[in-house]
């Protein structure tokens, strides 16, 4: 999925697992995408398994599983490597501008970019898409989008 697609929008890039502990954040990533995408935000998923091999299935498995378990209508790119040398560039150019601690360190990492695709803020996998230090920084996000 070309991330130019949501070129001027903020995101909420979110690595997942579907056989992760945390996958009940799904249902929670779906309600931040209803509260904000009509305001401009982009809930991504990003499947991925680099992480205990919670993520074994393949792209249509994994969007079909969200669709019917979750019914998230939210973007999910395809299944992505998001450390190491075969990370997705996204993660790659973060890992170098900002360093390692920016990274993913397990499933459900999230991190937030403003309208012009710098680097915002990071949460932990425990942190939950709906906590309110994560709606904050997205409300106050949305008021930097433009067309």
Not at 65 to 92: D, W
Request: aromatic share 12%.
């Amino acid at each position: 999925m070309p991330l130019n697609r949501f070129q001027g929008q903020p995101i909420l890039v979110v690595n997942t697992a579907t056989r992760s502990r945390y996958a009940h954040q799904f249902s929670q990533m779906e309600k931040v995408w209803q509260d904000y995408h009509n305001s401009g935000l982009v809930v991504l998923a990003v499947p991925s398994n680099d992480f205990a091999d919670k993520e074994p299935g393949e792209d249509d498995v994994i969007e079909s599983f969200l669709e019917q378990q979750y019914r998230v209508n939210f973007p999910i790119s395809r299944k992505e490597h998001v450390c190491g040398r075969g990370a997705h560039p996204l993660y790659r150019r973060l890992a170098e501008e900002m360093g390692n601690d920016y990274l993913p360190r397990w499933n459900f990492f999230k991190i937030l970019f403003d309208s012009r695709g710098e680097y915002v803020r990071t949460w932990p996998s425990a942190v939950d898409p709906t906590d309110q230090a994560i709606t904050h920084a997205i409300e106050l996000n949305l008021q930097s989008w433009v067309l």
